[in-house]
């Protein structure tokens, strides 16, 4: 993970905490409204996107070499079909993170 989407990360948690202590993201976050980074949302559907694209292309170019392309070389295929299968399991780890940090907020006593 680079440094500036830790940078986005972080700035989207201090809105949250801003939100949940009820005060405007605005006055919370400047940095973030100054720079205009995107919200959270946008940034995990830009992530669920990207992956898709992925599977997608490891899926067209495992087709190609199943039908006798030989412009396709196996070594691509299969690099590309696991880089596709990690990015997944990477996704999929960050949401059981995220679920089960929900689940823990959501069962704080208040």
Do not use: H, W
């Amino acid at each position: 993970m680079s440094s500036m989407q830790i940078q986005q990360v972080l700035a989207e948690m201090r809105a949250l905490q801003a939100r949940a202590a009820g005060t405007p993201a605005e006055i919370a976050s400047p940095a973030a409204q100054a720079t205009g980074m995107p919200d959270f949302a946008s940034l995990m559907k830009d992530s669920v996107d990207r992956i898709a694209s992925m599977q997608n292309q490891a899926t067209a170019l495992a087709g190609a070499y199943e039908t006798g392309d030989k412009s396709v070389d196996l070594t691509k295929v299969m690099l590309e079909v696991q880089k596709a299968d990690l990015a997944f399991r990477a996704m999929t780890q960050v949401r059981n993170k995220l679920v089960d940090a929900y689940t823990q907020v959501m069962n704080m006593s208040v």
